[in-house]
């Protein structure tokens, strides 16, 4: 018949877990982990294979008289301190977070602001060399000069469109309108997240809605 131990820290944390067979001498064993600072408790079979994992990832402790199950992390970043049997939230955490958060919503605005326009009935490039574009040709007409005979501007699925001034003044106001909105968006979006208190707070807030 096997006999089992889980061996701990004397602040609870599981360190070991052991089977011995009925072959097996275990008298001064708790002797023997006590010399090196740790206590030996024989448990059933049923304890030692619920309680063996917490020798990879800590699941339960030790509380001196019996094993007490570890809560879920309040988030991934936290970890378990057993002196205080409590989790614990890294020094800086909540501002990094924040600072990650303000990262994304940069991201979401650029993607947004670049992302093909809809403008009379048809989808336009809005990327950067297309901003880019729309804005020589604004400062050419701006100029006093007219734009060619026969000129179109192509849009995103490459069909040609007969352009004039108008034209593109109006599709760069509308790229420009845009982006001044999706720059409006972050801003609240990170005021929004500076005023969150905590970690999980920050961690569920959505940078997708509200553009």
């Known amino acids: 018949m096997k006999t089992y131990y889980i061996t701990c820290k004397s602040n609870g944390e599981i360190t070991g877990a052991n089977e011995y067979s009925e072959f097996q001498n275990t008298s001064g064993l708790a002797e023997f ?36 199950q570890i809560p879920a992390k309040p988030s991934e970043y936290h970890y378990f301190d057993f002196s205080t049997k409590q989790y614990i939230e890294p020094a800086g955490l909540l501002d990094d977070l924040k600072s990650q958060k303000n990262d994304t919503i940069d991201k979401r605005r650029e993607t947004l602001s670049t992302a093909p326009i809809e403008f009379r009935g048809a989808m336009f490039d809005a990327d950067k060399t297309a901003q880019a574009n729309i804005s020589a040709w604004l400062n050419v007409i701006n100029s006093g000069a007219s734009v060619p005979k026969g000129f179109v501007w192509r849009d995103a699925t490459n069909v040609d469109h007969t352009a004039d001034a108008q034209f593109v003044r109006e599709l760069a106001t509308a790229m420009t309108m845009r982006g001044t909105a999706m720059y409006a968006a972050a801003w609240a979006h ?22």
């Open 33 to 68: 982990y006590a010399s090196q600072g740790l206590t030996a408790v024989e448990v059933t079979e049923e304890e030692y294979q619920a309680l063996r994992g917490s020798t990879i990832e800590d699941t339960h402790y030790f509380d001196g008289t019996a094993f007490v």
């Open 190 to 211: 990170k005021a929004a997240v500076g005023a969150l208190q905590s970690v999980q707070d920050v961690l569920s807030y959505n940078v997708q809605a509200d553009w």
